[in-house]
């Protein structure tokens, strides 16, 4: 088996635009993989075509030489626009080797050590924009059984944050806290937009909501001051999203960054990446919990770890989507309990729909979470794309 032909398709999903792969082969199944890197889309997919020079040809089963030559060879190494190219394509062969084999992923990883996952849920908020409308949203994800949920309250702060608006931020805390009661977990995003002494200020503000974690509270870059922040308060942090290769995290690791260790499948490199960190985490006693606000083939990835990685804690899924997710591709998802079932599928476990992602063309997007426009949402968006039991 050869591989014959690398696509692209860049699919608009209104708050950012997910980035597809295709590899096809000569005599058997294609593979699909995800690249989404969030504003940077078209630049990714342009890197991914540059790899097609040492894929075409070559057997896709070879996953480790593909990921070690191609790493190598880059002279400019580890940032993200590689590593999510190389990620998406990583993927794909995986796809392309469960099905070769007939088993899906997680079968070839080591076997499960689960059948479902916990998961909290993003994206449950909009559009409240004062505390108590989160509150009330907060309530109508507790009454559907969430283990936990996740949101930033800090509106368009950067860096500091006044006094007034740490009040504002505290209360939104408040009330959803006491709208959901003991049983959810609750996690506050910080989308690394803090200085230290901010952070520490809302970090010790947080404890006494007793929440699971407090996330990327400063910048990502700033590795050393996270693990300032991590001792000057009893919050729990996690961090790890805009972390790209084994070798960023090794300093992470080193210095103690963080509680929970938060890798995207789409960025790190793909899934022999991620099962590297997933076990130098459990080396730490750390909960491994990856970055999953993605499309349909990066939460498929995540759940083909979710199954076999042991310290895999909780996964993160988007509670809305564009209504149009459930036409470009075969999901099929299951939510029971709180928790998200492992598919058993060959390979990844989800196919996509070449004519309906071209429906859905690029669209030029910008980061929202400076503008205080996060809770910005269409209504024609709130829809569910699992089922629900």
Known sequence: MKITAVKTFLCNCYRTNWVFVKVET????CGWGEATLEYREPTVAAAIHDLESWLLGKDPANIELFRHDCYRDAYWRGG???MSALA?????L???KGKTLGVPVWQLLGGKVRDAIPVYVNGWFAPAKTPDEFAEKAAAIRDLGYPGCKWDPFGKAWQELGKRELDRAMECVRKVAAAVGSDMKLMIEGHGRFDIPTAVRIAQRLEEFDIHWFEEPLPPDDLPGLREVRERTRVPLSAGERLYNRYEFRRFFELGCADFVQPDVSHAGGLLEMRFLASEAETRHLGFCPHNPSGPVANAATL?????VPNFRILEMMMTDVPYRAEICDERLTLRNGCMEIPNRPGIGVELDERELLKHPFIPTQLRHYRGDLTDIRPVDAVRYYELV
């Open 26 to 29: 000569d005599t058997g199944p």
């Open 80 to 82: 993200p626009v590689l």
């Open 88 to 92: 998406g394509v990583e993927i794909a």
């Open 94 to 96: 995986w796809d392309i």
């Open 304 to 308: 083909q770890l979710a199954a076999c």
